[in-house]
């Protein structure tokens, strides 16, 4: 078996050393790039949202070097993931692919059909190290992100225009490459001194921008045209709401056995929404609403066009930016979207900003 998996930023590193671990052939798709677009935009249906088109890419030029199975997660609720693995698994069938599809969801959704696709997964592997490969997963995934949350605070001081997005891309090489676990922490120390490295002495005086929105569209450069690089290089220490070291914990862990509640959420969302609308559509509202009474000097919601869940944050984020004085830019994002005006937008808004006076000093 020959296993592949959509691309989410750089989740493919954790990804990649789960499967390794137990012994998996892994055929990490190629970066995403416009053709794995391309090829999304063609095979998938018009109306689906960026995200589907962009995995349905991945999955065909994994397909092109190798692989023969797709590990996809699945999904509950008002929005459209909960289609994805089963919509996926028919385009490739028609396509001719033979690939096959193995889906990971909770097991209080269809316990029959995990049961069955968790055999297929582990047959003949080396179940024994399932501890030890879910462990050097989790520190991967770990170090993965606090290297790209210390690069967000330390790319609107670097001392040269993309020296922390090439450290960064550096630390996380050596990330992946780590066979071990005293390998990663030491990746990850070398890695957060090198980016300490590329902050310019005095340049301390930043704006801070919370950036809020649809989990893969926050997380993916791509299909985001680098916003938090963006961002960053226009003067702006980003602080990310989502986390993917979080969603295991609360969806993965918790929401497995029934025990995740949005109650926290929703009381940071009280007067706007009334719970949980699919996707991260609460988390926007709550977040955004949060971020506001942290101070941030703006907000940047991101959203794929057609998105259900963030359609519904973005008519409620109209009121939390008017009630909380706070400027909350939206930026919708699908296969037509241009560089150019993209950046106009982003510009325009942090002189919107600068203007505003509401400055942030932090070391
Ligand atoms: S949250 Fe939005 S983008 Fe993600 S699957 Fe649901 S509808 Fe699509």
Same mark, same amino acid.
């Given at each position: 078996m020959k296993i592949t998996f959509p691309h989410m930023g750089s989740l493919y590193i954790a990804v990649e050393a789960l499967l390794q671990e137990l012994g998996h052939d892994v055929v990490v798709p190629p970066p995403t790039t416009k053709r794995t677009l391309e090829l999304g935009v063609r095979y998938g249906p018009e109306v689906a949202c960026l995200p589907f088109k962009v995995m349905i890419g991945n999955l065909l030029e994994a397909r092109a070097l190798g692989a023969d199975t797709v590990l996809m997660i699945g999904g509950t609720g008002p929005c459209r993931l909960g289609y994805y693995a089963e919509v996926q698994r028919q385009i490739l069938e028609e396509l001719g692919t033979g690939l096959e599809v193995l889906v990971l969801e909770q097991p209080l959704e269809n316990p029959a059909r995990l049961r069955g696709d968790l055999r297929e997964l582990f047959r003949g592997r080396r179940v024994s190290r399932l501890p030890w490969a879910l462990y050097i997963a989790w520190e991967k995934l770990k170090a993965c992100e606090a290297l790209e949350e210390l690069a967000l605070v330390v790319r609107p001081r670097e001392k040269?225009?993309?020296?922390? @997005?090439?450290?960064?891309a550096q630390a996380l090489r050596e990330v992946r490459e780590a066979g071990g676990v005293r390998a990663v922490h030491q990746a990850l120390k070398l890695g957060k001194v090198a980016l300490r490295d590329t902050g310019a002495p005095g340049k301390d005086r930043v704006h801070r921008i919370g950036v809020v929105g649809e989990i893969y569209t926050v997380l993916e450069p791509f299909v985001n045209l680098r916003l938090e690089e963006r961002l960053g290089q226009l003067g702006a220490e980003v602080v990310r709401t989502? @986390?993917?070291? +979080?969603?295991?914990?609360?969806?993965?862990l918790k929401g497995s056995v029934g025990l995740y509640k949005t109650t926290k959420l929703e009381r940071s969302a009280v007067g706007y929404l009334?719970?949980? !609308?699919?996707?991260?559509?609460l988390e926007s509202v709550a977040r955004a609403n949060d971020l506001?009474? $942290?101070?941030? $000097?703006?907000?940047?919601? !991101?959203?794929?066009?057609?998105?259900?869940? +963030?359609?519904?944050?973005?008519? !409620?984020?109209?009121?939390?930016?008017? $009630?909380? %004085?706070?400027? !909350?830019? @939206?930026?919708?994002? $699908? %296969?037509?979207?241009?560089?150019?005006?993209?950046?106009?937008r982003l510009e325009a808004f942090m002189d919107l900003i600068r203007r505003s006076e509401r400055w942030a000093v932090h070391v």
């Open positions: 040269a225009l993309g020296l922390t @997005s090439q450290v960064l989502i @986390s993917v070291v +979080e969603w295991v914990r609360n969806h993965v009334r719970g949980w !609308i699919g996707g991260h559509g506001a009474a $942290d101070g941030v $000097d703006g907000v940047v919601h !991101i959203l794929p066009f057609t998105c259900m869940p +963030e359609v519904v944050a973005q008519a !409620i984020l109209e009121g939390v930016a008017r $009630d909380r %004085e706070v400027p !909350i830019l @939206s930026l919708v994002v $699908d %296969e037509h979207t241009a560089e150019a005006g993209f950046q106009t």
